[in-house]
């Protein structure tokens, strides 16, 4: 099967070894997407502990539990992955080869875009609240997994912002994941583009083409 188990202290080679017994992490690509070990004390002592993800911030695409042996663990862990990649619209690219151990030690990049700062003071909340008021946003999906939002100003010349989502991306600091454009079809053609070139990385191929979601005023 494309996923791939491999030790923590081999994917994390310049990092310290892992407190848990037997660790082991689990790629689809490039992409983390879970996670198993020996429980080595507590209640669970001597059950195995498992993990598996597809993006965060939405309990649809996470699952977890504890299974008797490590080889169950995948098992499972594959199968939750697999349910989440059917809501997702994605399925594994059978060709797919595990990513490289991760040797950077640098912080990983935050999952959501920069917040623009707004001073404390007496206009503050008025302030916050026109900025919010301004801005057009929709949110872009494949099956029921967010991916990215489109956002814009409502007033003014049309411009148009995209990032990518709720989503682990490569360490790599050539991966553009956001970026602005002239009108909402170029923007949504850039974050799509953005978006193929996760699937790839994360060993995965689209069912279906992404789609416009909810509109957030």
């Given amino acids: 099967m494309p996923l791939f188990a491999r030790a923590f202290t081999t994917h994390y080679p310049d990092r310290e070894g892992s407190p848990?017994?037997?660790?082991?992490?689990?790629?689809?690509?490039?992409?983390?997407?879970?996670?198993?070990?020996?429980?080595?004390g507590g209640p669970s002592e001597g059950h195995w502990s498992w993990g598996a993800t597809l993006a965060s911030g939405n309990?649809?695409?996470?699952?977890?539990?504890?299974?008797?042996?490590?080889?169950?663990?995948?098992?499972?862990?594959?199968?939750?992955?697999?349910?989440?990649?059917?809501?997702?619209?994605?399925?594994?690219?059978?060709?797919?080869?595990?990513?490289?151990?991760?040797?950077?030690?640098?912080?990983?990049?935050?999952?959501?875009?920069?917040?623009?700062?707004?001073s404390d003071g007496p206009d503050a909340d008025r302030l916050r609240g026109r900025m919010l008021g301004n801005k057009l946003s929709k949110s872009i999906r494949s099956g029921e997994l967010d991916v990215g939002v489109l956002s814009r100003a409502t007033h003014g010349a049309e411009n148009w912002s995209w990032f990518l989502t709720g989503l682990h991306r490569p360490d790599d600091p050539n991966f553009i994941w956001r970026g602005e454009a002239e009108t909402e079809d170029e923007a949504f053609d850039a974050l799509a583009a953005c978006w193929s070139r996760w699937v790839e990385w994360a060993g995965l191929e689209m069912i279906e083409p992404l789609q416009r979601g909810v509109t957030r005023p």
């Fill in 59 to 118: 309990a649809e695409f996470i699952a977890g539990g504890y299974a008797s042996r490590g080889e169950v663990c995948r098992t499972l862990i594959a199968v939750a992955f697999r349910r989440m990649l059917l809501k997702a619209d994605l399925r594994e690219r059978p060709d797919a080869m595990p990513g490289p151990p991760r040797r950077a030690h640098r912080e990983e990049i935050a999952a959501e875009p920069l917040q623009v700062a707004v």
């Fill in 20 to 40: 848990r017994l037997d660790h082991h992490i689990v790629l689809s690509g490039g992409l983390e997407v879970g996670g198993f070990y020996l429980v080595g």
